[in-house]
T-cell receptor
Framework: GAVVSQHPSWVICKSGTSVKIECRSLDFQATTMFWYRQFPKQSLMLMATSNEGSKATYEQGVEKDKFLINHASLTLSTLTVTSAHPEDSSFYIC????????????????FGPGTRLTVL | GEDVEQSLFLSVREGDSSVINCTYTDSSSTYLYWYKQEPGAGLQLLTYIFSNMDMKQDQRLTVLLNKKDKHLSLRIADTQTGDSAIYFCAEYVTGGYNKLIFGAGTRLAVHP
């Protein structure tokens, strides 16, 4: 099946620093990638939808200047948490949508393994 | 509005069947998904069902969809300890940027 990787898998940083998380589709091209945030024992919250070569679309309540998303190629999207604070500590998960040309099939999202961010 | 609800916890004995329920609100959902998340890991797609189907079976997994009541269920036959995980129901909503709306997840605990 399609594989999506994230790097790093975990990161600890000091308050005020910026952290970049990479999301790669390893064996398919993804015109659209999604960034989610998951708090402990809670569901995934969609933060933004990233389309290759264009600006990301952010969900309501997500600060686009704090969570910078770049989708420079069909296999790579990055999320940068700028000036991170302890409340930004969370599990960040990306997914990549693989388009299927088969009629009636679903555009399945494949998820990365997640990145655990801890801000001290 | 878009909302997906699930019960938060289910405990079953090994070998029994597990049934995880989900309700959703968006009647325009085209696909409904079940994902599995093991501790500290990302989401694994288990199965999905198209909105014009009532049932889909895939080995030990059976998905039932009642579109009138906007109710989705996942049945796992012969539940094993390796099935212990959090199971997320998600609806695929269209319009603008298509996206998945997730439920809060059901934690399945399998005991001997």
């Amino acid at each position: 099946g399609a594989v999506v990787s994230q790097h790093p898998s975990w990161v600890i940083c000091k308050s005020g620093t910026s952290v970049k998380i990479e999301c790669r589709s390893l064996d398919f091209q993804a015109t659209t990638m999604f960034w989610y945030r998951q708090f402990p024992k809670q569901s995934l919250m969609l933060m933004a939808t990233s389309n290759e070569g264009s600006k990301a679309t952010y969900e309501q309540g997500v600060e686009k200047d704090k969570f910078l998303i770049n989708h420079a190629s069909l296999t790579l999207s990055t999320l940068t948490v700028t000036s991170a604070h302890p409340e930004d500590s969370s599990f960040y998960i990306c997914s990549a949508r693989a388009l299927s040309l088969r009629r009636g099939s679903t555009d399945t999202q494949y998820f990365g393994p997640g990145t655990r961010l801890t801000v001290l | 509005g878009e909302d997906v609800e699930q019960s938060l916890f289910l405990s079953v004995r090994e070998g029994d069947s597990s049934v995880i329920n989900c309700t959703y609100t968006d009647s325009s959902s085209t696909y409904l998904y079940w994902y599995k998340q093991e501790p500290g890991a990302g989401l694994q797609l288990l199965t999905y069902i198209f909105s014009n189907m009532d049932m889909k079976q895939d080995q030990r997994l059976t998905v039932l969809l009642n579109k009138k009541d906007k109710h989705l269920s996942l049945r796992i036959a012969d539940t094993q300890t390796g099935d212990s995980a959090i199971y997320f129901c998600a609806e695929y909503v269209t319009g603008g940027y298509n996206k998945l709306i997730f439920g809060a997840g059901t934690r399945l605990a399998v005991h001997p």
